[in-house]
């Protein structure tokens, strides 16, 4: 920085660098965009920021990320209370809220288990998924992320469950809709001739 | 988002989806990582966006961006007064000061001239240059950026310098250092041919 040196712009330039996937030139830009904002917008932006910090904690039937005591899917009188479809994160609830074709509920373990990076089944929510087998619960789709810490979580928590008399499915592996064949890998490609169905 | 909506958080998302070069799904990520933040650290992340915009506003000398009266190079006792080089950005004084070898003063433009953009030479910082031009400035380097803006800009202010008598020159265009000839456009390679000097 030779003898250039302003604190503030320097903190917050900071403060964006730690972000994930953001580097020093992007950190410099948003900086440069908050600077641009007007007084009103950069004071409302930074509390979103506390806000959202305050408010927002996790469900506490389905651990799901929520500003209420139970989280908008868990309140809910129309969604189906026999089926709970199990996620690694807040956001995968999202994803599979938009496509809008499930009514059960959710639980979000908050992570898959990873020897690498040191997380075992007691980081994840699992406890928190065995208490909601009360005998109301008919199955439970295992919707972990298909990679490899995703599938073994998803072992797992079956091997827990099935004793329990649960039903465990998993989301099918295939081909993605609007996808290519020439560019699938083998072992989708595997998967997705091994689940062919009927036309 | 069928019917799962957090507001806190859809709030957050929105602010810094509205920031450049983020997108929805980076947007998210980086609420969630607010989220995971201490207390602590999502306060002070925060403050610095309040502190930063508060602090933060134009040198009254050379425009630069700084939190005193005058900016650290303005206000330095060792750097050389006779020269001023001009660039459209607070960043390009950064770039330019990380480089380590110029000693002299600063003028930030904030921007440059583009009709296209609806930017004329009056929302540019000219006027506040010429001010500067008592006798003192031997020299102003033009190091606005080397696109069809930038140099339109450098010879609008040049023209209006040399009736002053002050000699305005400009950056060299050329190769850049580390790269390859193979990948140099032919612009850049007729300039470097043009600029070529002696061994």
Redesign the interface.
Known sequence: ?????????D??V??FES????GHK?A????????D?S?EE???????????????HTCKVCCN???GDL???CR?AT?DKSTICVVE???D??AL??A?DYNGQYHVLHGAISPLSGVGPDQLKIKELLARMDGTVGEVIMATNPTVEGEATAMYVSRLLKPLGVKVTRLAYGIPVGGDLEYADEVTLQRALEGRQEL
Chains 1, 2 share one sequence.
């Not at 920085?1 to 712009?9: A, F, K, N, Q, R």
């Not at 972000?19 to 953001?22: A, F, R, S, Y």
């Not at 950069?42 to 927002?56: N, P």
């Open positions: 920085m030779g003898s250039y040196y302003v604190p503030p712009l903190r917050l900071e403060k972000l994930p996937g953001i992007s410099q830009r948003l900086a440069y965009t908050v600077l904002m007084r950069a004071q409302d932006f930074a509390a979103a920021i506390v806000e959202a910090h305050e408010k927002i990320l929520t500003d989280c908008p899917v809910s969604r994160e807040p956001k609830v999202f809220e938009r809008g």
